[in-house]
């Protein structure tokens, strides 16, 4: 049964730094692509950042430059490094994984992601 736990969220001002970790377990392949995903109230689930098993990155366009994904295979850890955060940053933050080296289609398409965390919250205060 595969896990996926995240960590680190918590309220900052505007301007701030946070770094979110999701750690994965009980999978049998080590090729995972992961990805990001926030939920404000009253919106839609949307996708952040991905990284596939070959470290290869995507962001949506209004986290570029200032988010950063990465992953620590041997610590079967993913991370994102969240700089300059703004108010609408505000959200749960869910990790969430595939099985296999590279997306298939879309890594933002929420209804086709495997497996989810329990999400962590991110607040930004202005």
């Known amino acids: 049964q595969v896990q996926l736990v995240e960590s680190g969220g918590g309220s900052v001002q505007a301007g701030g730094s946070l770094r979110l970790s999701c750690i994965i377990s009980?999978?049998?392949?080590?090729?995972?692509?992961m990805a990001w995903f926030r939920q404000a109230p009253g919106k839609q689930r949307e996708g952040v950042a991905s990284?596939?098993?070959?470290?290869?990155?995507k962001y949506v366009e209004s986290v570029k430059g200032r988010f950063t994904i990465s992953k620590d295979n041997g610590n079967n850890t993913l991370y994102l490094q969240m700089n300059s955060l703004k108010p609408e940053d505000t959200g749960m933050y869910y990790c969430?994984?595939?099985?296999?080296?590279?997306?298939?289609?879309?890594?933002?398409?929420?209804?086709?992601?495997?497996?989810w965390g329990q999400g962590t919250q991110v607040t930004v205060s202005s």
């Open positions: 969430a994984a595939d099985p296999g080296r590279v997306w298939f289609g879309s890594p933002f398409i929420v209804a086709t992601r495997n497996y």
């Open positions: 990284i596939d098993s070959n470290g290869d990155t």
């Open positions: 009980g999978h049998k392949t080590p090729h995972y692509c």
